[in-house]
């Protein structure tokens, strides 16, 4: 874990909060946001750390990239959620970006609890999580075994993910600000 630059930080805040805005109003984060985010990432690691900042952002972007287009694929998550952290990524590269998700998952697994207990579908989701297990034990997508399972069903429990991901982000500063070597 290391804090990132002052002019990433404030890319970060300015990113994550900007999406989260537009998740809940919208259901959707826009192209125009992500690709923007993304492109001064790179930018931006690349004129304060030269060449090496531009490697550091690209390996960033496609760890990211990859990790999320999968949980896309299995319709886990929204393409603009994929393109969010695509660009968080490119802002602060890999192992940053592996505490973000672990943030991320644990805001995530918290908020969809709320979530499923306040809709009382509490067994259900722990029902629809083992279905989950099974099917990729299996090597099926789990949205073929049960459609509540398919971020766009409307049968889903559907949390706006740009917002656990700007939460996620948010954690991981506050704790590189407080442990991380200087």
């Avoid at 644990?106 to 306040?118: H, N, R």
Wanted: aromatic share 12%; net charge positive.
């Amino acid at each position: 874990m290391s804090l990132p630059p002052l002019a990433i930080q404030v890319l970060l805040i300015l990113l994550v909060a900007a999406a989260s805005f537009f998740d809940i109003r919208k259901h959707k984060i826009p192209n125009w946001l992500t690709i923007a985010g993304v492109v001064l990432a790179v930018a931006l690691n690349t004129f304060l750390f030269e060449t090496v900042g531009l490697w550091y952002s690209l390996k960033g972007l496609g760890v990211a990239f990859a990790v999320y287009f999968i949980l896309y694929l299995l319709r886990g998550m929204g393409a603009g959620d994929v393109k969010l952290m695509a660009a968080v990524g490119a802002a602060v590269g890999t192992y940053n970006w592996l505490g973000i998700l672990f943030c991320t998952a644990l805001i995530g697994g918290v908020a969809g609890l709320v979530l499923a207990l306040s809709k009382g579908r509490m067994r259900r989701t722990f029902w629809n999580m083992w279905l989950m297990l099974l099917s990729l034990r299996h090597g099926r997508a789990p949205y073929k075994d049960n459609p509540e399972l398919d971020v766009g069903s409307d049968l889903a429990l559907r949390l706006p993910h740009g917002v656990v991901i700007a939460g996620g982000t948010l954690s991981f500063l506050i704790a590189a600000f407080i442990w991380a070597p200087r």
